[in-house]
């Protein structure tokens, strides 16, 4: 177990005994990021050689307390997380009106790459005339 820098900042978590009557201004300043300013002797009913040393720790507000090694963690940055691409399905979709009112839509194929669907509203148009549209259409991953 790696020793404690003085100076250094750490998250401070106080483990819960199940006695909240105890130690509540341990309790309270749990999880809040502490300065280590000064290594203290652990008394020997309390030593424990998995806890490691005890250091005298200062919270933000002014609270001094005592904490084993154990109880403070290097508060490490987390990491962006990676936003995975939007993968898009390219629907080729005709539109042309049925009579006046009622406009209709042809499904008439699907790819997955913009090109490939240009590619085949193009020809569909100089089969069919200029009637074809290309939808993007999100795929839930």
């Known amino acids: 177990m790696r020793s404690k820098i003085i100076g250094g900042q750490y998250r401070f978590t106080y483990p819960h005994y199940g006695t909240p009557e105890v130690h509540s201004d341990y309790r309270a300043h749990s999880g809040q990021i502490v300065v280590v300013i000064g290594i203290g002797r652990v008394p020997r009913e309390k030593y424990n050689p998995g806890n490691g040393n005890q250091y005298h720790i200062q919270a933000s507000d002014g609270w001094q307390g ?3 090694g154990d ?8 990491k962006a997380r990676r936003i995975p691409e939007q993968k898009m ?4 979709c005709r ?3 049925k009579s006046k009112n009622q406009p209709v839509q042809e499904f008439f194929t699907a790819h997955s790459t913009f090109d490939r669907a240009t590619d085949q509203s193009d020809k569909l148009t100089e089969k ?3 009637t074809f549209i290309i939808v993007n259409a999100p795929l839930d991953p």
């Open 71 to 78: 109880e403070l963690r290097r508060d490490k940055p987390r």
């Open 128 to 130: 069919f005339g200029p």
């Open 95 to 97: 539109l042309w009106l």
């Open 66 to 68: 005592n904490a084993f």
């Open 89 to 92: 399905l390219f629907i080729v």
